[in-house]
């Protein structure tokens, strides 16, 4: 039987491959047209390399960073391999989530991608759905709410993260040649990392 970890990376991937066209067409507007077909791509090569039956959920998670990395291009690749890698180092060795858990992935996921994107906050990027996931997750958590609670306020505030995208200008990344021609269109990383979130909320409460 297929472990929890390998069953929730699996419906991650299956989420972003159904999603391929999707990503593809916002990137099309404020970038190069390839962030779904490079993200379903990546996750195509996870499924060929994790082994069904990994238990340990560090170690599959950087199985999932390294083949991304080695696969997925332009930005994201970097992005996602190491926010998966550096999850993986934090979850290493545990073959269950808790609370604590998922914060530590958050806050290791969120310091990668701000490391190795030099990304901030308020640039159109991915941080802006993940850091206010993040913060409403702890909020939720310190109010005594459960994971999952916990996790659908973080998909709630995430989704909020990117509607306040199509508000702002980029200024990272390709779509930052835009300038302010990049207003009013939702950020494609922001939107890739939600789904992930949302998958993620809605495995856990099975
Ligand atoms: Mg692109």
Redesign the pocket.
């Known amino acids: 039987m297929a472990s929890r970890v390998y069953d929730c990376l699996s419906k991650i991937g299956e989420k972003i491959i159904e999603n391929k066209d999707f990503l593809t067409d916002l990137?099309r507007e404020i970038?190069?047209?390839?962030?779904g077909v490079?993200m379903a791509r990546g996750f195509e090569g996870v499924m060929t390399k994790l082994t069904p039956d990994t238990e340990d959920i560090g170690a599959a998670l950087k199985t999932t960073g390294m083949t991304l990395l080695s696969t997925v291009g332009?930005a994201?690749g970097p992005l996602y391999g190491t926010a998966f890698m550096d999850s993986g180092k934090a979850m290493m060795g545990k073959t269950a989530l808790d609370k604590d858990d998922m914060k530590a992935i958050f806050e290791a996921a969120i310091a990668g991608i701000q490391k190795r994107g030099k990304a901030e906050r308020g640039e159109k990027t991915m941080l802006d759905a993940l850091m206010p996931a993040y913060e409403s997750y702890c909020a939720g958590i310190d109010a005594g709410k459960s994971l999952t609670e916990a996790m659908d306020d973080a998909c709630r505030a995430a989704n909020d993260g990117i509607e306040f995208t199509k508000t702002i200008r980029a200024t990272k990344g390709?779509a930052s040649y835009l300038g302010d021609r990049s207003i009013g269109h939702q950020d494609?990383g922001a939107t890739s990392i939600t789904m992930m979130l949302e998958v993620v909320s809605e495995f856990l409460k099975s």
Do not use: E, Q, T, Y
């Open positions: 990137d970038g190069d047209a390839d962030h490079n332009g994201s390709r494609p």
